[in-house]
């Protein structure tokens, strides 16, 4: 499934970057990912996404952590948030939608430090990132969260 089928909920723009050295095309968008704070057991994460993989639906990215010991958070980017959301409540998840945004990029060496330095040139601080990167495939994803959302979707897309 291309990038283009998980952004049915973001306005997706295609802009060239402008670095000599890697001269390429970055998309960034606006996007909700799912954020469950969990137990840290075994099989939490096997129980939490066969729940969303049961409703039909396409984990496009995730990421875990353990926080504290005990409790953990998962967080997930879906091709339908709204199902996902609700087959994890009937579960007795308490999930709930964070602000993000989704760059898709070329899978090429420079283009995630192209990112990280627009942020950081910038002023603005990331709270977190994770990364997908297929090897058959000509782009990956970045999921970011950072102090000031907006400011970066603009900066990245400018």
Known sequence: MSPAHWTKQCITVRVPFEEKEVIDVMTA?????????VL??????????????????????????????????????????????????????IPMEIDSIAVTLRHSPGMLSSVCERMGSSGI?????????????????????????DRALVLLNS
């Not at 997930?76 to 959301?85: F, K, S, V, Y």
């Not at 090897?135 to 970011?144: D, G, Q, S, V």
């Open 29 to 37: 968008t606006h996007c909700k990912e799912i954020s469950v704070r």
């Open 40 to 93: 840290n057991d075994i099989g939490i994460l096997a129980q939490l996404t066969r729940i969303v993989a049961d409703k039909g639906i396409n984990i496009r990215a995730a990421a875990a952590w353990v926080e504290d010991g005990t409790k953990g958070t998962v967080r997930l980017i879906t091709d339908d948030n709204l199902r996902a959301l609700e087959a994890l409540r009937e579960h007795g998840y």
């Open 125 to 149: 601080n990331m709270k977190y990132m994770y990364t997908t990167a297929p090897i058959p495939e000509e782009t990956c994803l970045a999921i970011l969260s950072t102090e000031h959302n």
